[in-house]
């Protein structure tokens, strides 16, 4: 694993989401995030599996490798109702931003929580609020030797 995908291990994990959408009427999202390096490091696999409103969504998303031109690490997404797409990520100490041409989102880790404001901005160029999430870390079940 080389240095800069190092930067993204305190993602590593299981978390419990919650959050609620803050444009139009409010929607409550409830759900699990979980990521995970792939053998050898070069790509953090990240899954979610969330209710929004009434709406089950299930997204698998691949992170990495960083890329040194643009000091980015590219983020492909995938999600069950057959969209997709594709975000950068940076990193600044313990804050992360994702960002795309129409959606972005800062992420504050601090040890077993993170805190995620998320933005649209359906033109491009005027920005407005869409999520507040919050994520707690799952504590690893113990495992039991065979």
Do not use: C, K, Q
């Amino acid at each position: 694993m080389t240095p800069e995908n190092a930067r993204l291990d305190p993602l590593v994990g299981s978390w419990r989401t919650a959050g609620r959408t803050v444009s139009g009427p409010a929607v409550e999202i409830s759900g699990t995030d979980t990521y995970e390096w792939m053998t050898g490091g070069a790509f953090l696999l990240h899954r979610a599996d969330v209710r929004m409103g009434d709406e089950e969504l299930e997204v698998i998303e691949m992170i990495g490798p960083y890329d040194p031109v643009t000091g980015t690490w590219p983020m492909r997404s995938f999600d069950s109702r057959g969209a997709f797409g594709t975000m950068h990520a940076t990193v600044d100490d313990d804050v992360w931003t994702f960002a795309s041409a129409t959606e972005r989102a800062t992420l504050t880790v601090t040890g077993s929580t993170m805190a995620a404001r998320w933005e649209r901005a359906e033109n491009g160029s005027d920005w407005t609020d869409w999520m507040d999430m919050t994520f707690t870390r799952i504590p690893p079940t113990p495992t039991t030797p065979a």
